[in-house]
């Protein structure tokens, strides 16, 4: 099992950037393909993107392509999302999700708490 902590949501204006980071427990982190994914209020939570086990790979939601980036550093046990040109219809809380498939929620085990990201206009 794998636990898995988000940090550096918050409140920027439109056109602002964040960088959340997920934080995992495990050496074996790098065994995992990793996922971003946000819930708006009254929405359902939907995929962000994804990065298979080797960084080699990622995958985004349209909404979000030329925008945000998935990273990760297997040394530091460590997965990131920088976003960059946010919009308000990017509030949401933001999870990061291991253990998945690409963009299919119900795949992945693993989930962290969530990091509340809110965009102002």
């Known amino acids: 099992q794998v636990q898995l902590v988000e940090s550096g949501g918050g409140l920027v204006q439109a056109g602002g950037s964040l960088r959340l980071t997920c934080a995992a427990s495990r050496r074996t982190f790098s065994d995992y393909n990793m996922g971003w994914f946000r819930q708006a209020p009254g929405k359902e939570r939907e995929f962000v993107g994804s990065i298979s086990w080797t960084g080699e790979s990622t995958s985004y939601t349209d909404s979000v392509k030329g925008r945000f980036t998935i990273s990760r550093d297997n040394a530091k046990n460590t997965l990131y999302l920088q976003m960059n040109s946010l919009k308000p219809e990017d509030t949401a809380v933001y999870y990061c999700?291991?253990?998945?498939?690409?963009?299919?929620?119900?795949?992945?085990?693993?989930w962290g708490q969530g990091t509340q990201v809110t965009v102002s206009s």
């Open positions: 999700a291991a253990g998945g498939r690409g963009r299919f929620i119900r795949t992945y085990p693993y």
